[in-house]
């Protein structure tokens, strides 16, 4: 059984402090894997598509980068904003195109 | 920009009532997902389409059905609703070569 798993399961920070969190995947058969937001009572939205050992990737204060070897990817959040407050999935997709998602990150950032 | 809505934000069902659930995205993508998503669990995959009158289970298909009729409209269907498919829904669609998906708003549903 192909397990994605998420850490921490939520998270409590303040406004300004930078923060990362870990999606875990097997480490064979890998084809990709995204990183996905979901602010409440919103869909879910694309934030990142990695594919290669080694990728790093940014997007205004947020970065993720990606370790297929050993199987995880950290997504970090600099300076943390409370619109940043959202739930963060990841997705592991295998070489057979099948597509797993973590159970996501709840970020509760205060301000 | 990629558009994919869904029938009902809200639905309040009864046990054993048909409920379909429609979803339309108005970007020629080839693919189309269902999940659910419930508290402390990921999105888990019901049924996916990767082409018209084209469907594949995913890891929970039992007490659902789909259908594909046309590329843009993915509809899910609850033949006989129970309590335990009260959830959250999402559609997805993706162009082929999968693709980053994008997600309609979801519906959520309640079996009384």
Known sequence: IL?????????????????????SFPSSNFYALHWYRWETAKSPEALFVMTLNGDEKKKGRISATLNTKEGYSYLYIKGSQPEDSATYLCAFITGGFKTIFGA??????KA | DVKVTQSSRYLVKRTGEKVFLECVQDMDHENMFWYRQD?????????FSYDVKMKEKGDIPEGYSVSREKKERFSLILESASTNQTSMYLCASSSRGLETQYFG???RLLVL
Do not use: A, K, M
């Open chain 1, 3 to 23: 397990n994605v798993e998420q850490s921490p399961q939520s998270l409590h920070v303040q406004e300004g402090d930078s923060t990362n969190f870990t999606c």
């Open chain 2, 39 to 47: 508290p402390g669990l990921g999105l888990r995959l019901i049924y």
């Open chain 2, 105 to 107: 708003p979801g519906t």
């Open chain 1, 104 to 109: 996501g990150t709840r970020l509760f950032v």
